[in-house]
């Protein structure tokens, strides 16, 4: 009896944090763009133009491709926030089945490795259009994204200038070394 509890326990946590975790990446990556998800959708854009000094046929085909890209994407996030509220039903059953739970994390998970996979074509697919100045600069930020250390997330409660921020900017210019 024991024993029952205790896995129930553990799976009920485990949804709990993989729900948690899904909804942190949803919203900080794959929510729904609004009514202007086009002028949205450039804002990045508008970074790397400034960042990598993309050329204005540079930026145009980038344009096309992340119209392309975000459609993509948006398919697969709508199967994700399915997969959630079937996760969500499952758990909620007085007697979930955790076979058809095992299930939805596995579709879930693999969702979530598509739009991961489909991001790096991207970015390679990027790549192709730069310069070799212009991808060192280009996969430099990507870096800094991947690491946290970009300035967005920067921006998001680290404190810029800030005795941490300042110990892990060195730290990634030791890296970059």
């Given amino acids: ?30 929510r729904p763009k609004s009514m202007d998800m086009q002028q949205e959708s450039f804002e990045p854009l508008q970074i790397l133009r400034s960042e990598v000094r993309l050329t204005p046929q540079q930026m145009e085909r980038m344009q096309g491709r992340r119209l392309s890209f975000e459609r993509e994407i948006a398919s697969l996030s709508e199967k994700m926030q399915e997969a959630k509220n079937s996760l969500v039903k499952e758990t909620r059953k007085p007697s979930p089945d955790l076979d058809r739970i095992d299930a939805i994390i596995e579709e879930y998970s693999r969702l979530q490795a598509s739009i991961q996979k489909e991001t790096m074509r991207n970015l390679f697919k ?24 970009g300035r967005r997330q920067r921006a998001r409660g680290r404190g810029r200038g800030g005795p941490r921020w300042r110990k892990e ?9």
């Avoid at 948690?20 to 990446?25: I, R």
């Avoid at 990027?126 to 250390?149: A, C, I, N, V, W």
């Fill in 126 to 149: 990027d790549r192709e259009l730069l310069t070799p100045q212009q991808q060192e600069k280009y996969f430099s930020l990507f870096e800094d994204h991947m690491r946290g250390t």
């Fill in 169 to 177: 900017s060195q730290q990634d210019e030791r890296i970059r070394k």
């Fill in 1 to 30: 009896m024991k024993k029952k509890h205790f896995v129930i326990a553990t799976v009920f946590l485990c949804v709990i944090n993989i729900t948690a975790l899904a909804t942190f990446s949803y919203n900080r990556w794959i």
